[in-house]
């Protein structure tokens, strides 16, 4: 199989036509989503709607399910906090049940999906470092774990005790090894890169690929001003931070 993996799309409609568009041109028989369609853009309806017809492996992201009152924003930041407001008054009927019917944790053939971590899925933690990888690790009995939520692309690799951390580019998925991959951002990097970023794995090849798709970021970012969003978030679009 070759899956298309994202996540992170933060209601940036732009963002995700352009990875779309792309994935349709990259012969892939199945979508991996991470989390958090909705919160800082301006288009949680329009993304939402796609998403659903792409029929993902999906898990909930924290501002999935705070838009949704299922996660306390008391860990948001202001602008977080404003956007979840803002994107919890627009939601239809049908659009909170799918959103609350997300799960925190999925499984595939030989993967696992959680926004945060393994260990502590409705913690939401950042999986940033060795320390919090190897307890994910710990818990990991399958080849790879995927997950989101930092925006920071990039591969540990765990491999007879010792773990190595890789970042984003091509990586051979060898049986010995087990892999927590952070696909990036779709729409809102925040590695530098304000380019969408996304991954393609291909379970057959054994092989995952980091792609970085540029995208309209002005009209992305001009709705969220218009929308009376924090323009914080659209002012980082450019510069991908
Ligand atoms: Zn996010």
Same mark, same amino acid.
């Given at each position: 199989?070759?899956?298309?993996?994202?996540? =992170?799309? &933060? +209601?940036? %409609?732009?963002? $995700?036509?352009? @990875?779309?568009?792309?994935?349709?041109?990259?012969? #892939?028989?199945?979508?991996?989503?991470?989390?958090?369609?909705?919160?800082y853009g301006a288009d949680p309806q329009a993304c939402l709607s796609v998403l659903k017809?792409?029929?993902?492996?999906?898990?909930?992201?924290?501002?999935?399910?705070?838009?949704?009152?299922?996660?306390?924003?008391?860990?948001?930041?202001a602008a977080a906090r404003a956007a979840v407001a803002w994107t919890a008054s627009r939601?239809?009927? =049908?659009? &909170? +049940?799918? %959103?609350?019917? $997300?799960?925190? @944790?999925?499984?595939?053939?030989?993967?696992?999906? #959680?926004?945060?971590?393994?260990?502590?899925?409705?913690?939401?933690?950042?999986?940033?470092?060795?320390?919090?990888?190897?307890?994910?690790?710990?818990m990991l009995d399958r080849r790879v774990c995927f997950v989101g939520h930092s925006h920071?692309?990039?591969?540990?690799?765990?491999?007879?005790?010792?773990?190595?951390?890789?970042?984003?580019?091509?990586?051979?998925?060898?049986?010995?090894?087990?892999?927590?991959?952070?696909?990036?951002?779709?729409?809102?990097?925040?590695?530098?890169?304000?380019?969408?970023?996304?991954?393609?794995?291909?379970?057959?090849?054994?092989?995952?690929?980091?792609?970085?798709?540029?995208?309209?970021?002005?009209?992305?970012?001009?709705?969220?001003?218009?929308?009376?969003?924090?323009?914080?978030?659209?002012?980082?679009?450019?510069?991908?931070?």
């Amino acid at each position: 199989m070759r899956y298309a993996v994202f996540s =992170d799309v &933060h +209601a940036n %409609l732009e963002a $995700l036509q352009a @990875v779309l568009d792309f994935f349709s041109g990259a012969h #892939v028989n199945a979508y991996i989503f991470l989390g958090d369609i909705v919160g800082y853009g301006a288009d949680p309806q329009a993304c939402l709607s796609v998403l659903k017809t792409l029929r993902p492996l999906a898990v909930a992201g924290n501002h999935d399910w705070a838009s949704v009152g299922r996660l306390d924003t008391d860990f948001f930041n202001a602008a977080a906090r404003a956007a979840v407001a803002w994107t919890a008054s627009r939601l239809t009927q =049908d659009e &909170h +049940a799918f %959103l609350a019917d $997300l799960e925190l @944790v999925k499984e595939g053939p030989d993967f696992y999906l #959680v926004h945060g971590t393994l260990e502590a899925p409705e913690r939401f933690d950042y999986m940033l470092d060795a320390r919090r990888a190897r307890r994910s690790f710990e818990m990991l009995d399958r080849r790879v774990c995927f997950v989101g939520h930092s925006h920071q692309p990039g591969v540990f690799i765990a491999h007879e005790g010792a773990i190595v951390y890789r970042e984003a580019g091509e990586v051979d998925i060898e049986p010995e090894k087990r892999y927590i991959v952070n696909d990036g951002s779709v729409g809102q990097p925040r590695d530098g890169d304000p380019r969408a970023c996304c991954c393609i794995y291909d379970d057959r090849e054994g092989r995952l690929t980091f792609h970085r798709i540029p995208y309209d970021i002005k009209s992305a970012a001009t709705k969220i001003r218009q929308a009376g969003l924090p323009p914080s978030r659209a002012d980082r679009l450019f510069e991908g931070r």
